[in-house]
């Protein structure tokens, strides 16, 4: 299961061709009784998607598409290793699976293209960021949102020392399991330089945190959300000095991370980021209302949707909380034929207009409160 990336968006967004894609979205849970009740949701959900699916095609070909999530519903140790939420995306000989640190709605969709909207607290970079906890004896990466933090599998990327100055040893490709924080405030603590540590090999130490740049480089193609240093001074100094990611704030975690739990991690980090969040947002929405009247925003969905596809579109606000998939049908179990039924053909074209607005290097941004009242969106246009 992957990290989201505006890479794997443009897999995603790829026209289907006149093929079968199906989109799976269920909220899960990380531990307890409601494990086995996501497993049962997860079989409704595919069977559901299964009949929509065999009025158009032959069986046999239902089913093969079908198969990855017949194998996760049977999966039991995947179930006990879910964040809060599900998605999975099918088509013909392809699958891509995530686990979703931010709820997702219950709903499948049917149809030549895939659906994300239900992901774009993760692609607005809403709530969602990124952490790098810098030690010697292990990096680790998560990834996180108000309420938690999971850690990012990270492949052959080195996660200590050794596995740079030493033979490499094989290590665990397990993956990490999730853990929930609590979002309660925490020190805010800021970047400064400072002498680093006589007793490590300077050469050595900055041969490491190239490594772990240039893989990060790599693994994080695309990604913009914000990233907090967890380490101590020397460390996170020097891994600055390599760092080629573009979205790193300079307020920090000066704490070494070896000693903290994930939770403890969020619970300090949470403060840094909303902070960051709300002021980013709050000055692209006063940048909107400037430019009323010049003809450079809208609140009109079909002007956006047209805009966003022509790539005019700098920066989109979605309405979140709930977002229009969660809120157009109160069904217990949405199963939607994409093009085809009128109740989500506004879902549809939100979906589409933030696609192609990430797709063209503009901004999304999910926000509670309408930038204009009775839409779905408004959007500052490039020109």
């Not at 913009?224 to 100094?237: K, N, R």
């Not at 179990?333 to 506004?346: F, H, K, M």
């Amino acid at each position: 299961m992957d990290l989201l990336t505006r890479a794997e968006i443009d897999v995603l967004a790829e026209p289907g061709g006149g093929e079968a894609r199906v989109s799976l979205f269920m909220p899960t849970h990380r531990f307890g009784r409601g494990i086995e009740a996501d497993r049962l949701g997860w079989k409704n959900l595919v069977d559901g998607v299964e009949a929509v699916l065999a009025q158009q095609m032959r069986r046999p070909d239902v089913e093969a598409l079908l198969a990855p999530a017949r194998d996760l519903q049977d999966d039991g140790m995947a179930w006990q290793y879910m964040s809060d939420g599900l998605a999975m995306f099918l088509r013909p000989g392809w699958e891509r699976t995530f686990r979703v640190p931010a709820p997702t709605p219950a709903l499948a969709t049917a149809g030549d293209h895939f659906v994300l909207g239900p992901m774009l607290r993760l692609l607005s970079g809403d709530e969602h960021f990124l952490l790098l906890a810098l030690s010697q004896r292990e990096i680790r990466l998560m990834e996180g949102s108000r309420n938690s933090v999971e850690q990012v599998h990270l492949g052959d990327i080195p996660t200590s020392l050794t596995e740079v100055v030493e033979p490499h040893e094989p290590r665990s490709d397990t993956m990490a399991r999730p853990s929930a924080g609590a979002g309660r405030a925490g020190p805010a603590v800021f970047y400064g330089h400072g002498a680093g540590d006589e007793n490590l090999s300077s050469t050595e130490v900055v041969r490491f945190l190239r490594s772990v740049s240039a893989g990060l480089h790599d693994l994080l193609n695309g990604a913009t959300s914000p990233m907090v240093l967890v380490g101590l001074e020397h460390l996170v100094w020097a891994y600055r000095e390599v760092n080629s990611y573009p979205n790193l704030l300079e307020e920090v975690v000066d704490r070494n991370p070896d000693q903290l739990t994930p939770e403890e991690v969020h619970e300090m980090a949470w403060p840094l980021i909303e902070k960051r969040l709300r002021e980013q947002r709050s000055r692209v929405i006063d940048r909107f209302r400037e430019l009323h009247g010049t003809g450079r925003v809208s609140g009109d969905l079909t002007t956006i949707a047209q805009a966003a596809t022509e790539g005019r579109v700098e920066t989109l606000f979605v309405q979140a909380d709930p977002w229009c998939w969660e809120r157009v049908d109160d069904a217990t179990l949405p199963i939607v034929q994409l093009g085809s039924d009128a109740r989500y053909a506004e879902c549809e074209q939100v979906d589409a207009a933030a696609i192609a607005t990430l797709k063209n290097s503009g901004h999304v941004y999910a926000t509670s409160e309408s930038v204009v009242a009775d839409s779905e969106v408004a959007a500052i246009f490039r020109y």
